[in-house]
């Protein structure tokens, strides 16, 4: 019983996730750190927007791309599964098996419970190199990592 709540638990968050991380409507071109950039500025990708967000100094973007671009590679393989994970659950759901979408559904949670792991483990190491005043800025990049890896590339900022 408590397994089950457990799973039902871990479901409830990853899809949580999922739907956090996507991107809905227009919405306006700032960078969403409260500076609206005028249209004919070019925008920022992630690692900039990280930079002025945090005042990382030049080593410290530096090894904010490292964490991030090894992230993307751990990311890689289980983006493909995540694809194949949501078309199972499809599969399973349009078979009308309960035990069927039961597993399809446990199968993709693991796997979103994976992503969201690399992404944390991002996080935290970035969280490390900073000092204690850039440490009390992460609030605002925070929800950033949510699907951060979730494209090909971590520093496309989608529209």
């Known amino acids: 019983m408590a397994r089950r709540f457990l799973a039902v638990g871990f479901l409830a968050a990853a899809l949580a996730?999922?739907?956090?991380?996507?991107?809905?409507?227009?919405?306006?071109?700032?960078?969403?750190?409260?500076?609206?950039?005028p249209m004919s500025q070019p925008r920022l990708n992630?690692?900039?927007i990280l930079e002025r967000a945090?005042?990382?100094?030049?080593?410290?973007?530096?090894?904010?791309?490292?964490i991030m671009d090894e992230g993307?590679?751990?990311a890689a393989p289980l983006r493909e599964q995540l694809?194949?994970?949501r078309a199972d659950v499809a599969t399973a759901v349009e078979s009308g098996k309960s035990d069927?979408?039961?597993?399809?559904?446990?199968?993709?949670?693991?796997?979103e419970t994976r992503m969201a792991t690399i992404e944390l483990k991002a996080f935290a190491a970035i969280y490390k190199l900073l000092d204690s005043d850039q440490q009390q800025k992460t609030r605002d990049v925070f929800p950033m990592m949510?699907?951060?890896?979730?494209?090909?590339n971590?520093?496309?900022v989608s529209q």
Do not use: H, T
């Open 146 to 152: 949510g699907g951060i890896f979730n494209g090909k």
């Open 46 to 48: 992630r690692l900039d």
């Open 17 to 37: 996730a999922a739907g956090w991380a996507q991107r809905g409507g227009g919405g306006s071109r700032s960078s969403g750190m409260g500076d609206n950039m």
């Open 100 to 111: 069927a979408v039961d597993q399809a559904v446990k199968s993709y949670a693991e796997l």
């Open 72 to 74: 993307q590679k751990e």
């Open 154 to 156: 971590w520093m496309e």
């Open 54 to 66: 945090l005042s990382l100094n030049k080593d410290q973007r530096k090894d904010v791309k490292n």
């Open 83 to 85: 694809v194949k994970g």
